[in-house]
């Protein structure tokens, strides 16, 4: 019972991450049908920005480090979305695809530049290094953090989006856009504002995950992979889905790490093959028509 525990918070913990990762991606998808490649770079931003601000103290900085990533990336998604982003919108899915890879080519390029290609470790602040046992399986007190980080993104997200003005033109904006802006919406301040807040999430998830990863190049790479698979297996556009996605795709790496550790992403891409091969539009999507 311990051992199940111990892997359950684990997994938890490794779904909490994609899903406050992949929701932005799955966001500016439900919202503009944009298909952004260099969501990854976001997350990899927040990552460095925090290593940065912490540098190498006792992890005090942590806390205020990661709003500040957060924000910044947002920023950053901010001015991508008024310079390239608005120009590919309503575009052909390739035209898309080629702007905002070379987008993610220019970011990961500036990162090195910047950050250099050597890798960084985040130090932990003092209040979430320590374990916590909970009968009697003993888990990391960083794991449930992220979970809660992920617990509060999700009823934030419930919140904006069921209950507020705001989340009612986002989710008209994904139904019919062409009606919203007849009635005297700016759907363009609309999309620009979804896309600013995709950026936050990833920025968010990269920033808050710093502790526990190793900060380099690449990172960006790895985590754009795993948010596409868990937003699509979801469903483009469903929060709802991509929560379940994200539980599904962290399952499956736990059972594959503990089954057979060599194969342990091919059961990642087993999961996503019997998924889609079931419901092609994801499991909580919509079949296009």
């Known amino acids: 019972m311990a051992r199940l525990l ?7 913990s490794a779904a909490s991450t994609l899903f406050v990762v992949a929701t932005g991606l799955t966001l500016v998808f439900g919202a503009m049908r944009v298909i952004n490649l260099s969501h990854g770079s976001f ?19 942590y806390w205020w480090a990661i709003a500040v990533a957060a924000l910044a990336v947002a920023l950053l998604g901010t001015l991508l979305d008024l310079t390239v982003v608005r120009f590919t919108v309503n575009r052909d899915p390739l035209t898309q695809l080629l702007a905002t890879f070379a987008v993610f080519l220019i970011l990961a390029d500036l990162g090195q530049h910047i950050w250099g290609t050597g890798f960084r470790a985040v130090p932990l602040a ?28 999700g009823i934030g997200l419930w919140l904006l989006l069921g209950h507020s003005v705001i989340g009612w033109r986002i989710r008209a904006a994904v139904d019919d856009p062409e009606v919203l802006q007849a009635g005297g919406v700016n759907l363009r301040r609309l999309q620009t504002g979804v896309f600013t807040l995709g950026a936050f999430l990833a920025g968010l998830g ?3 995950i710093a502790p526990q990863i190793v900060v380099a190049p690449g990172i960006d790479e790895s985590i754009i992979v795993s948010a596409f698979l868990v937003a699509v297996i979801g469903g483009l556009g469903s929060v709802l889905g991509t929560a379940v ?3 599904i795709i962290a399952l499956a790496e736990t059972v594959g790490a503990l089954v057979a550790p060599t ?11 019997l998924v889609l091969a079931l419901r092609p539009w ?8």
Do not use: K
């Not at 194969?263 to 093959?273: L, P, R």
């Open 6 to 12: 111990i892997e359950l918070i684990g997994t938890l």
């Open 43 to 61: 997350y990899m931003y927040g990552a460095f920005i925090v290593s940065t601000l912490v540098g190498t103290s006792t992890g005090a900085r």
């Open 126 to 153: 003092s209040t979430l290094s320590g374990r916590i046992t909970i009968a009697s399986a003993t888990f990391p007190i960083f794991d449930l953090f992220v979970i809660g980080v992920a617990a509060v993104v």
């Open 206 to 208: 990269g920033a808050v």
């Open 245 to 247: 996605g994200a539980l």
């Open 263 to 273: 194969w342990a992403s091919t059961f990642t891409y087993i999961a996503v093959i």
């Open 282 to 289: 994801g499991l909580f999507g919509v079949a296009e028509r």
